[in-house]
């Protein structure tokens, strides 16, 4: 089992920064492949960004290329998603999730932080 708790989220104006951060507990973090998704009202959840197990791969959607970085630290247990320059469509709430392989559906699921972007 993979236990996830994101944090960072809140309120922001058009053009600010945020970052958010996935605490992960239970077996091995390093060994996981690990992701964001984010869910608006009445949208379904789509993945954001995704990095592997060493950070030396990394996927984006293509709405935020450019804008937000995933990153992750193995030694704190944590994974970051920084995003810059947001924009009221980024408004949803954000989930950190983990799967043992690239090709693994997503198993573990943290219990999501809001963000909303004020224009």
């Known amino acids: 089992q993979v236990q996830l708790v994101e944090s960072g989220g809140g309120l922001v104006q058009a053009g600010g920064s945020l970052r958010l951060s996935c605490a992960a507990s239970?077996?091995?973090?390093?060994?996981?492949?690990m992701g964001w998704f984010r869910q608006a009202p009445g949208k379904d959840r789509e993945l954001v960004a995704q990095?592997?197990?060493?950070?030396?791969?990394?996927y984006y959607t293509d709405s935020v290329k450019g804008r937000f970085t995933i990153s992750r630290d193995n030694a704190k247990n944590t994974v970051y998603l920084q995003m810059n320059s947001l924009k009221p469509e980024d408004t949803a709430v954000y989930y950190c999730?983990?799967?043992?392989?690239?090709?693994?559906?997503?198993?573990?699921w943290g219990q999501g932080t809001q963000v909303t972007v004020s224009s």
């Open positions: 999730a983990a799967k043992p392989t690239i090709a693994a559906r997503y198993d573990y």
């Open positions: 990095i592997n197990w060493s950070g030396g791969s990394t």
């Open positions: 239970g077996r091995t973090f390093s060994a996981y492949v």
